[in-house]
């Protein structure tokens, strides 16, 4: 029972990572269409940033700062510099995101090499804690700092989406792209500041996500591929369908971890073939 | 290749000019190719390996039995595929006549079934440290002066149940077959003793996030015997830690080794006093070995604080070649027979002992056992505890009885 | 799968395909035949050989991607099922559990590899355009890890080693001329197979639905049963690559079919240019030739960037592909080809739109 509790748990705060960074995808592809399978170099490389920014500051705040300010402007970059020109081209975006990543994988290998890099969050934020004294379960507090970041950044995307004047174009764009352009908004400006975002999550949950865990190369394609399975199984370009689609993988993984250790891994992609049979468009997909 | 289907190549692609390395062999000249992982996740310890095989080359300035060498380095990035495609690049386009390498396990099986269809050529291995490279269908062309897998292990089982006093251990391991050897070396000598392993993780490749497995542990363990590599080790460790662990560790060879010593976080601290086994030792104190090390570091200022088993085994090996090729002066005619008796009856002094060769061409070498200590300058190492002279690769049983227990698996051994 | 399936395409309009025979097709053709003669066994088996099996495989991508507008980047799993699938049903050195003769397992590796590209198809067509890269490339994954994991059938993480060569006709095909010629061989059919299929009733419906599926769906076209169907007949190209694929090397592993290789099939694909059944062999020429020999010409540890960024400037400069770059330039010094140069630009649209 303890055992199944703590599993439970971890599935849980895995979830909320695989939420963070699915979260940042699954809003891009909402308003532009854009599969950005670089994302996963992203959270990669936001993580790597955040590690300089922290190691030279001394601050693990700045870090977690560094990595997601840094990749947002390495998202705006992406989005003005070579998305805008492709407007509309699905196919062709998403052809150079994978050339993006295959080049950043390799220059991240250049320049961080292939070392594991481990933050060193604040000390108050570290260790176990005691969750229930008899038996004695513990718990590591970061964990649990973590899904909590999740539910806050969940909440205020929702928040951002649905109260803000920017959220609502950025909705409205979901709905219909040509008439949020016809009706005066400037699109692009829009586009900017969803790639942007979008790839700031991908970064933030690169620094969170790393001391949790660890950052070392092929991240990239291990978050790549949890941001497809969640935002496939939850639909795409629905923030609440990211969340459903990380709990239900985050729990999958960890209890198949545990539980049924030699198929764990495959389980995650079993949810997805038996939700694409019934739901193509996902969770909580809009019919295409 | 002819002018003009060169020519013809280069009307489909200009990548085509590259590659027709006129190489018009001189007579006094042996080229030789040493195969490294330069690509991909291995990178880090390919170019350790590639700084082992140059210490050993200029030593020697580039020559062995009064013949210059010309050396051609080929990548693979770990994987099988891409080995046995560099290794065909540097023997039918390169035409080396040696080969060295490759680094990992099951590269090393791919590279040695292709040998067999080279006979011309002699392979040496790199670091690749699985046992069927040579323990089961060997071939006659392939030579391994490093040790394997189980022989990394040798010692520290005992170790294990009889010094540090360790009844009931758990192993935790990565799912695929070098782990599987590791394990297999550390319960040959534990189980022998008395030590039972009550329950054994194979975790998927790949995995990061351990902190169920950390939940699983039981809690009527003495220790908990850890055979992961790189990212995979440090995570574990990182999040054991997280999670108030406080049983004591036993490290495969991999775990403790400089990648993973050498790494930025919390676990340092709980690492040291890890016992654990491998083919060298940071302070072994011993001449040859010392002088290794400095040579290491004079020659390398951007290598790692001290040489990993990668860089030694590739000098090792390395040597192995140039010593063989000095006893011969050169000599690869006749199918390269008198250097292939010279290797196969080498006496081999290196900087981590002597070493011989067995039957099947696997090396008979020294092992280490170690544990992790802080040095003065603040880095951790490996601190001898025992050397383990002479292992060979059925770890000193008679070989039918070694042959009868089976090859490595999930299951085998097993003593609960 | 076979073409029979497709009814109406039994009449081909043999003289209209055969029409654009040009000299330099001849050149071509000649060229292929006399290349192994002149060459060395390494040009001959790694550079040639190699580059003819994995264009087989890019140009199954290459059909779907080309003519159906799915790009499935499952194509190399395809081809991993069928190496793995003799494998299993034929001898190997390292895990042997059927034995059987070639001539037996052969034919079921293809069928069952086929048989998996048709599932394939149908879990990932109900969905479509660009919904198809992820979908694909996450069943890619998930056979990559399910065959790591599995010791059963597939041997876990070691693979499978020692698989003999094909032998027959007092021929060893794995010798290097006999399998140049193999790889030639099938390449020619496949290659010839895909442009027949593309200029059939099939085909035509197929690009029909690439370009408008709601209005082929109106017209009373089964839409997903022809996006199936493109699946099982690109796996069947795909398996047979994939048997040559394992030859060479004479081993498969978990390795042989994981992300890195599938990305590898995408980007030989669209190097080539994804608009015509050549398109894929030019880009298998220029991939072979870089991996082999960029460690000449740059440090190794850099060969991603090298190929990542042959790739993104492709991609961005012109979406054809090799083929389209050359296009654009023959149509700039012929002034006048105002036909061919109109011809190419409607198609770049139709990629815009396309998807």
Avoid at chain 2, 207 to 214: C, G, L, R
Avoid at chain 3, 39 to 64: N, R, Y
Avoid at chain 3, 122 to 146: C, H, K
Avoid at chain 3, 203 to 228: C, E, S, T
Wanted: hydrophobic share 50%; net charge neutral.
């Amino acid at each position: 029972m303890k055992l199944f509790i703590l599993t439970v748990m971890n599935g849980l705060t895995l979830a909320a990572l695989y939420f963070l960074v699915a979260s940042g995808f699954t809003l891009v592809f909402g308003l532009m269409r854009n599969v950005n399978l670089a994302h996963g170099s992203l959270y990669l490389l936001g993580g790597y940033v955040g590690f300089n920014v922290a190691e030279w500051t001394g601050s693990w705040f700045l870090g977690v700062a560094g990595g997601f300010l840094g990749m947002a402007i390495v998202g705006a970059i992406l989005q003005v510099a070579i998305f805008r020109r492709m407007q509309g081209q699905d196919l062709r975006q998403t052809l150079v995101t994978i050339g993006l990543s295959i080049v950043l994988a390799d220059l991240m290998l250049a320049v961080w090499g292939g070392d594991t890099y481990q933050f060193d969050p604040p000390s108050w934020l570290s260790g176990p804690v005691t969750l229930m004294a008899h038996p004695v379960v513990k718990y590591p507090l970061y964990r649990l700092v973590l899904f909590l970041s999740a539910v806050v950044i969940g909440i205020g995307l929702w928040l951002l989406l649905n109260k803000t004047r920017i959220g609502m174009m950025i909705r409205a764009g979901v709905d219909d792209r040509g008439m949020l352009s016809a009706s005066g908004v400037n699109v692009q400006r829009v586009f900017a500041i969803t790639f942007a975002l979008g790839a700031g999550l991908a970064g933030f949950a690169g620094v969170v996500g790393g001391t949790a865990l660890s950052i070392a190369p092929g991240e990239d394609t291990r978050y790549l591929l949890a941001s497809l399975v969640v935002v496939i199984v939850g639909g795409m370009g629905s923030v609440t369908g990211a969340a459903i689609g990380a709990t239900l993988i985050g729990l999958a993984e960890q209890l198949g971890l545990v539980y049924s250790p030699t198929y764990g891994v495959v389980y995650t992609f079993l949810i997805m073939v038996a939700v694409l049979a019934f739901r193509p468009q996902g969770i909580m997909g809009r019919a295409a | 290749m002819s002018k003009m289907t060169r020519r013809a190549v280069l009307a489909v692609s200009l990548a085509a000019s590259v590659g027709f390395s006129a190489s018009a062999m001189a007579e006094d000249t042996i080229k030789v190719g040493i195969l490294a992982t330069l690509q991909g996740a291995f990178t880090v310890l390919g170019e350790d390996s590639m700084r082992g095989a140059k210490l050993a080359l200029q030593e020697h300035n580039m020559m062995a039995g009064g013949k210059k060498l010309e050396i051609v380095t080929g990548s693979s990035d770990a994987s099988p595929d891409s080995a046995v495609n560099a290794a065909r690049k540097l023997v039918e386009q390169d035409k080396v006549d040696i080969l060295v390498g490759p680094l990992s396990g099951d590269e090393g099986i791919a590279v040695k079934n292709y040998a067999k269809t080279q006979p011309q050529v002699t392979f040496i291995n790199g670091t690749s440290a699985a046992q069927d490279t040579t323990l089961r269908d060997p071939a006659p062309n392939f030579f391994r002066f490093t040790t394997d897998g189980a022989q990394w292990q040798a010692g520290l089982g005992e170790y294990a149940f009889g010094t540090k006093g360790y009844k009931k251990v758990i192993t935790i391991a990565e799912d695929y077959s070098f782990p599987y050897t590791q394990v297999f070396g550390f319960m040959l000598g534990f189980c022998k003793s008395g030590g039972h392993v009550v329950n054994k993780f194979w975790v998927p490749i790949g995995n990061k996030d351990f902190s169920s497995i950390v939940a699983s542990i039981p809690d009527d363990i003495d220790a908990i015997y850890v055979a992961l590599g790189g990212a995979d080790a440090v995570n574990f460790l990182n999040q054991y830690e997280q999670a108030g662990g406080d049983k004591p560790m036993i490290g495969g060879s991999i775990t403790v080794d400089q990648t993973v010593l050498g790494s930025k976080g919390k676990q340092q601290e709980y690492i040291i006093g890890t016992p654990s086994a491998g083919p060298i030792a940071d302070n072994w104190d011993n001449a040859a070995w010392k002088k290794f090390v400095a040579d290491y570091k004079a020659a390398f200022s951007d290598g790692f604080p001290s040489p990993s088993l990668f860089a030694q085994g590739y000098y090792v090996e390395t040597l192995a070649m140039l010593t063989a090729l000095d006893q011969v002066k050169g000599d690869l005619s006749d199918g390269q027979k008198a250097f292939r008796d010279a290797l196969t009856n080498l006496k081999l002094d290196t900087p981590t002992g002597p070493v011989t060769l067995d039957k099947n061409r696997n090396g008979i070498a020294y092992n280490f056992l170690t544990e992790v200590a802080k040095g003065d300058d603040g880095n951790l190492y490996n601190k001898v505890v025992k050397v383990v002279e002479n292992v060979n690769q059925t770890l000193g049983l008679p070989e039918d009885q070694f042959m009868a227990l089976g090859p490595v698996g999930r299951d085998n051994p097993s003593c609960p | 799968m076979t073409m029979t399936t497709t009814g109406p395409a039994a009449k081909p309009a043999l003289p209209s395909w055969m029409k654009p025979i040009r000299p330099q097709h001849v050149l071509t053709a000649l060229f292929l035949i006399a290349y192994p003669l002149v060459a060395s066994p390494f040009w001959t088996v790694q550079i040639g050989a190699q580059a003819l099996f994995l264009g087989v495989i890019a140009l199954s991508l290459m059909f779907l991607a080309g003519y159906g507008g799915m790009v499935s980047l499952s194509q190399m799993t395809v081809a991993g099922v069928a190496g793995y699938m003799v494998a299993v049903f034929g001898t190997n050195a390292t895990h042997p559990l059927f034995n059987w003769p070639l001539w037996a397992a052969v034919p079921a590796a293809v069928v069952i590899a086929t048989a998996f590209a048709v599932l394939v198809g149908i879990i990932s067509v109900r969905t479509s355009g660009i919904y198809t890269i992820m979908i694909t490339l996450a069943i890619g994954v998930a056979a990559f890890y399910f065959a790591q994991q599995n010791y059963a059938i597939f041997n876990g993480h070691s693979g499978f080693a020692g698989l003999p060569s094909p032998v027959g006709f007092g021929l060893n095909w794995r010798d290097p001329m006999p399998f140049y010629y193999m790889s030639l061989a099938v390449a020619a059919v496949s290659y010839f197979a895909v442009l027949y299929v593309s200029r059939s009733t099939f085909g035509v419906g197929l690009q029909a639905i690439r370009d408008n599926a709601r209005r082929m769906n109106a017209l009373g076209f089964n839409v997903n049963l022809h996006r199936v169907v493109a699946h099982g007949f690109a796996g069947l190209i795909a398996s047979v690559g994939g048997l040559l694929y394992v030859w060479m090397n004479g081993r498969i592993s978990p390795g042989t079919i994981e992300v890195g290789p599938v990305i590898d099939i995408l980007v030989i694909a669209v190097i080539g240019g994804l608009r015509h059944p050549i398109g894929p062999f030019v880009g298998a020429v220029l991939f072979v030739l870089m991996e082999n020999f960029a460690i000449d010409l740059i440090s190794p540890e850099r060969f991603n960037t090298l190929i990542g960024l042959i790739f993104l400037v492709i991609v961005l400069v012109s979406p054809d592909g090799l083929l389209g770059l050359w296009r654009l330039v023959s149509d700039r010094v012929r002034a006048g080809g105002m036909a061919n140069g109109g011809a190419g630009r409607q198609w770049r649209k139709d990629w815009r739109k396309g998807q």
